[in-house]
């Protein structure tokens, strides 16, 4: 202990404690003791030492190192446990485990320690292959490979098999603890500045919102051929494009212009449109415009476009159609609850919209590399186009209630008009078409040129006074012939070859440049690996044709050297030429870095993928250019090989995966990997996939009667709103098997669940939900009503009101509505009624027992608000307009038309209309009092006696600090909230509101049923 007391105080960065031996517990068994020669079980307190006493020793200190325990003891698990207890904060943490085993199992063999020499083997080789913009290899991922070596080393033991336990790590990023350095860290000045620079851009697009991918739109801008995180460009070789940067500034520039709501950019791959809206998206976000000083110094002042606050931008390579939608939502300015209830386009409450200044532009680049074209287009993109909403406008020096739309889109894709024909016939229309393709062919050579130079200049082969000549012809040379090129874009391709040039130890002449020049991009690959003898293996193809099914932001090296290798075996089964081992495919990438993007994932792993589709599309046998493997199905080949590098444990004798230990790249990615094979129905029936990989929601609804389909399905209810850590989900699917019938599922789960996951209860039978709306059409303003003595509810979906009987869930009518921005319902003597508005401006009152029009209101200014409500045989319809006016109206039983009740021209008070202040919005009734009618304000609350139709008092209530009113009901007594609840019997402020976990207003107290109505924000 001496050793351990000096080493603990002195200031070193960080130190290791590694201990293999016995270790005893106590009845208080979070207490561990480390058991020396000289320790008496009966007395652990006096003869052991005490774990825990060591842990608080080290996290108690102000100064001292970072201590890693390696701890190969039975039970070493306790001193895990321990910490997950203590709650300290992210920054406050300096001792951390990594646990031979569980607090209720043994530890055998020392093998342990043998997986932590592995382990660290693996790490000092860069087997890893980590991120060079990571310093130190992360305890969690030093961790998990010393859990897979463990479970290497366990599967042929007869022993019982060890779980390795690890410090938690807070999800919130914080600087690694140094104990073992990564290899791969660069160290000399210029390697070391740019490790900065990855490691700073890395960071802010981890806090960036999910697709707004600003290492993407950055790097696309800078325009350098191998710009990404590893090689982030340090000046912006962007030039030319300027009548189309004019022409897109002068978009941005007319939100008004109603007639020029699009403006899709499109063109051949290659052709500069990630390029042109990189520019755009780095110069007028005002999250990107932060990093991306040299996009702006490069570009002149009057084709900049200004920093937009409301606009949002979305790189939607690889993302599914939610995950689109959601980044947009994500960077609106919204409140969380509205986030949260905006599911999708056709989801939006109107009230949503007064919280915005409308229009808002979004800004998302590659349409065609989305993962789900079609749904992008036809569930988000064209509900987006045909949205509109009325506010508030100026014109003429007069206010003006108009109807807006509530989207701008600047789209890029290239032209596959098969999947967007409709937003081309939009375009074209409106003349909103702006062809990267169709651009004045002498500037564009000009352009390419000028584009060329910059990059021979940058580099070491060409640049100089003395090489000034050569650099112009050249340039000169190879864009007047790549200018021509249609099939693959100028910019491309001149960029890569220039940078190839610049990879040469001596220059060559303009004659033996265009002898060299390919015309595409994978012949401008082969170009780079017929040169380099190094490259000329016979498995470069197998391995390339991994990276190209590489999903998300890509691979990581161990894996593409399994699926490479995999796939070579595939090709040459006999006689097999040698496979290729790890460095042999790092070494691949690394002479070919320029044509792939990297990322860094969650464990510091780097990821590849190629920085161009077509590469993808060619090597994976989709392109143009059939490759000779093209009749092997390398889809299921690489889904086969993918699933193979996951390790297995014995479960009752059978070895099932242990999705644990697979990497994170796979646990993410299976799903897509599978359904590319055609496999995804046999994936889905792996349980311990459906609880330890991907989300619930990133599984699209199948039709189906297996097993595996039915559980996924009656889980999706359950998991509404539920966390999605692998041992809820696994409750969850418990809860799903046993609805079904199937107990034998339950223990199965259970027995395969990780020792520190198992559930302490076993759920023996429950009951489903009484019914679920059809997955993929959202719902929206549900009411409960009784039909014919019925209990039902109401509910809007699409274009359609949907009267739904409870608790068989059988429709018991739908009722077209078209587009209708407000919905209400209410049950009247004469029968259940709705009633809905349509922006044009007309009422409609629906018989619900018939289905039937009732009658039809025309509206001279659209509705804002609505409510129903009864008054004695009468149903009273509150409709506040765009125009400082509430106008009721009524309906006896047998009536066929409204009758008009002005109260706001009756009364003794009248607001001015179009008053500031006084604007009405939204019209309340209370259920509890036959008498009083609430009239909301954008200053607060009136209140007017229904049957004298008098103005009783007011309310002024202050609004919420975003300036939100928002209104509720509830049943004893109506209920305003600013900033907090108020009643409109004692005219004073209730209690502070609440906001619930679905994102509803909660009212105090014991009411019996609550209701939000309205989220509302004043105009000015």
């Not at 140094?178 to 490691?199: D, E, I, K």
């Not at 993407?216 to 801008?221: C, N, P």
Request: hydrophobic letters at 40%; proline letters at 7%.
């Amino acid at each position: 202990m001496a050793l351990w007391h000096d080493a603990r105080s002195q200031r070193r960065p960080a130190l290791v404690m590694y201990f293999a031996g016995h270790a005893r517990t106590q009845q208080n068994k979070h207490l561990l003791y480390l058991a020396g020669t000289n320790t008496d079980p009966d007395r652990l307190r006096d003869t052991g030492v005490e774990l825990m006493g060591m842990l608080n020793d080290i996290d108690d200190r102000p100064y001292g190192p970072n201590v890693l325990f390696l701890l190969d003891t039975c039970g070493a698990g306790n001193a895990v446990n321990y910490q997950m207890l203590q709650g300290l904060k992210v920054g406050d943490r300096r001792s951390w485990v990594i646990a031979a085993a569980a607090e209720d199992e043994r530890a055998f063999g020392a093998r342990f320690t043998k997986a932590c020499g592995n382990a660290l083997s693996r790490v000092r080789r860069g087997l890893l292959d980590l991120s060079a913009s990571v310093e130190f290899v992360p305890v969690e991922t030093l961790a998990a490979e010393v859990d897979r070596e463990l479970a290497r080393l366990c599967e042929h033991d007869d022993r019982p098999v060890q779980t390795v336990l690890c410090t938690p790590v807070a999800e919130v990023r914080r600087a690694t603890p140094p104990f073992f350095v990564n290899p791969a860290h660069r160290t000399l000045p210029t390697a070391l500045f740019r490790s900065r620079v990855q490691a700073g851009l890395r960071e802010f697009a981890d806090a960036a919102v999910e697709g707004l991918d600003p290492v993407h739109f950055l790097t696309r801008a800078e325009g350098s051929p191998q710009a990404d995180y590893e090689q982030t460009a340090v000046r912006c070789f962007f030039s030319g494009r300027e009548p189309e940067l004019r022409r897109i500034k002068d978009w941005f520039h007319a939100p008004n212009d109603q007639s020029n709501q699009l403006l899709l950019v499109t063109g051949a791959p290659g052709m500069g449109k990630s390029a042109l809206l990189g520019v755009v998206a780095c110069l007028a976000h005002p999250q990107l415009r932060q990093i991306a000083g040299t996009v702006r110094s490069a570009i002149p002042h009057d084709l900049r476009p200004d920093e937009n606050p409301n606009l949002a931008c979305v790189h939607a390579r690889q993302r599914t159609a939610s995950q689109v939608w959601s980044s947009i939502v994500d960077q609106m300015p919204l409140e969380d609850w509205m986030r949260r209830v905006w599911s999708d386009p056709s989801s939006v409450e109107a009230k949503v919209f007064d919280t915005l200044d409308l229009p808002f532009t979004v800004l998302i680049d590659a349409l065609d590399e989305s993962v789900q074209p079609k749904q992008l287009l036809h569930n988000v993109l064209l509900p987006m186009l045909d949205m509109e909403a009325y506010q508030w406008t100026v014109g003429g020096g007069e206010r003006h209630f108009d109807r807006v739309p509530v989207f701008r889109l600047l789209l890029g894709t290239r032209p596959q008009w098969e999947r967007f024909d409709p937003l081309r016939e939009h375009a074209e229309q409106r003349g909103s078409l702006l062809n990267l393709d169709q651009c004045d062919p002498e500037l564009l050579r000009n352009d390419l040129a000028l584009y060329l130079e910059d990059l021979l200049e940058d580099g070491p082969v060409y640049s100089g006074a003395a090489m000034r000549t050569l650099r112009k012809e050249l340039a000169s040379t190879v864009s007047d012939r790549l200018s021509t090129m249609t099939s693959h874009g100028p910019f491309l391709l001149g960029g890569l070859f220039a940078h190839s040039l610049n990879q040469l130890s001596t220059p060559l002449n303009v004659d033996e440049a265009l002898e060299r020049l390919p015309l595409t991009l994978p012949g401008l690959l082969q170009l780079k690996i017929d040169a380099d003898r190094n490259l000329s293996a016979p498995w470069a193809r197998e391995v390339l044709t991994a990276i190209g099914h590489a999903k998300g932001e890509g691979m990581p090296l161990e894996l593409i050297v399994a699926i490479g290798s995999g796939l070579f075996r595939a090709h040459f089964p006999d006689p097999q030429p040698s496979e290729p081992t790890f460095e042999d495919v790092r070494d691949l990438l690394r002479r070919t870095s320029f044509y792939y993007r990297h990322a860094v994932d969650e464990d510091g792993r780097q990821l590849y993928r190629f920085f161009h589709q077509s590469l993808s599309d060619y090597f994976t046998g989709m392109g143009e250019a059939s490759p000779s493997q093209q009749a092997l199905d390398t889809a299921k080949v690489c889904a086969s090989l993918l699933f193979d590098t996951i390790q297995t444990r014995s479960v009752e004798g059978t070895a099932v995966r242990d999705w644990s230990l697979a990497l994170p790249y796979v646990r993410r990615h299976a799903w897509e990997h599978a359904q590319d094979a055609d496999d995804a129905e046999h994936l889905l029936e792996d349980l311990d996939f459906v609880t330890s990989a991907g989300l619930l929601h990133d599984f699209p609804p199948r039709e189906g009667s297996t097993l595996a389909v039915q559980l996924l399905r009656a889980m999706r209810p359950i998991s509404a709103n539920g966390s999605n850590t692998p041992a809820s989900r696994r409750c969850r699917l418990c809860l799903a098997a046993v609805h079904l019938g199937r107990p034998d599922i339950v223990e199965s789960v259970l027995l395969a669940a990780p020792l520190d996951e198992t559930p302490q209860v076993m759920p023996r039978w429950t009951d489903g939900p009484l019914f679920t709306h059809e997955e993929g059409a959202p719902v929206a303003r549900p009411y409960h009503l009784t039909v014919r003595g019925t209990p039902a509810v109401l509910f809007q979906r699409n274009d359609q009101l949907v009267l739904r009987e409870l608790p068989t869930g059988e429709n018991q009518r739908t009722v077209p509505v078209g587009r209708a921005s407000l919905v209400a319902a209410a049950d009247g003597r004469g029968g259940a009624l709705a009633m809905t508005a349509l922006p044009e401006g007309s009422l409609t009152v629906w018989d619900l027992e018939t289905g039937q029009e009732r009658v039809v209101q025309p509206l001279d200014v659209p509705a804002v608000a609505a409510q129903m409500w009864q008054d004695g045989s009468d149903t009273i319809f509150g409709i506040a307009d765009g125009e400082s006016r509430v106008t009721t109206y009524s309906l006896g039983p047998g009536d066929t038309s409204l009758t008009l009740r002005d109260i706001t021209e009756r009364s003794s008070r009248t607001p001015e209309s179009g008053e500031a202040g006084d604007s009405y919005k939204a019209a309340l009734a209370d259920p509890s009092n036959e008498r009083e009618l609430l009239y909301l304000t954008q200053s607060g609350l009136k209140i007017w006696d229904r049957v004298t139709e008098k103005f009783i008092g007011d309310i002024d209530i202050p609004p919420d600090e975003d300036g939100v009113i928002r209104a509720a009901t509830c049943c004893d007594v109506s209920l305003l909230s600013g900033k907090d609840f108020w009643s409109s019997r004692t005219m004073d402020a209730v209690s502070t509101c609440s906001l619930t976990p679905a994102g509803r207003w909660e009212p105090p107290g014991d009411c019996c049923d609550r209701l939000p109505c309205w989220w509302l924000q004043p105009t000015g």
